[in-house]
């Protein structure tokens, strides 16, 4: 099947390292992603990891891939309470010709102070 | 500054009434798509437009049609909302198949 799952929920003190996780269907898929959505928002493109890497560093974002698990984790270090938001694991399976993106449920982060 | 606008953002019609929802961008991309997010799920690809040519998901409803007249517009029909159409439409466009910009979306609600 294609699904793709995350937690649903996360609450985090302000200050503190957040990490959402993800599992993803497609050991086949090239990119894997993640994205936010603010309250009234599309979805923005926070960043993506080529398949062949295990980790890719942001500034306050890392990027985690397990491909023998098909895991996917999303650290955001000294978590804001501008940081609260919903946030979609996406990968990207080859074939079909066209990028579609296949979505989590999303996980809600809070932030508290 | 250069974007994807989704009009209205909240659009209220009656069950069976027929509805169209509206995407425009900026940014000059030659790949439009539309998704379905229903409340705390996972967005779904209804279909996309790769410059004119239209392709629609295996599983997309027949009562869901697309339009693009231009390379700035494109249209989501609904031609007999149900009430489980209720849902967040998003738009998105891309150059090729490269990232995805999304719109704001539309919030759809079925009386």
């Known amino acids: ?113 | 500054d250069a974007m994807v606008i989704q009009n209205p953002r909240y659009q209220v019609t009656q069950f069976g009434k027929p509805v169209t929802l509206s995407c425009s961008q900026t940014l000059n991309h030659n790949v439009m798509y539309w998704y379905q997010q229903k409340s705390s799920q996972a967005p779904k690809l209804l279909f996309h437009y790769y410059d004119k040519d239209f392709n629609n998901e295996a599983d997309t409803p027949d009562n869901f049609q697309s339009r693009r007249p231009n390379t700035s517009f494109c249209f989501l029909d609904i031609r007999s909302p149900g009430l489980g159409d209720a849902a967040m439409y998003l738009c998105a466009t891309s150059r090729g198949y490269n990232e995805q910009f999304f719109g704001p979306g539309t919030r759809l609600t079925v009386l």
Not at chain 1, 21 to 43: H, M, R, V
């Open chain 1, 1 to 113: 099947g294609e699904d793709v799952e995350q937690s649903l929920f996360l609450s985090v003190r302000e200050g503190d390292s957040s990490v959402i996780n993800c599992t993803y269907t497609d050991s086949s898929s090239t990119y894997l992603y993640w994205y936010k959505q603010e309250p009234g928002a599309g979805l923005q493109l926070l960043t993506y990891i080529f398949s062949n890497m295990d980790m890719k560093q942001d500034q306050r974002l890392t990027v985690l891939l397990n491909k023998k698990d098909k895991h996917l984790s999303l650290r955001i270090a000294d978590t804001q309470t501008g940081d609260s938001a919903i946030y979609f694991c996406a990968e990207s399976p080859p074939g079909g010709g066209y990028n579609k993106l296949i979505f989590g449920a999303g996980t809600r982060l809070a932030v508290h102070p």
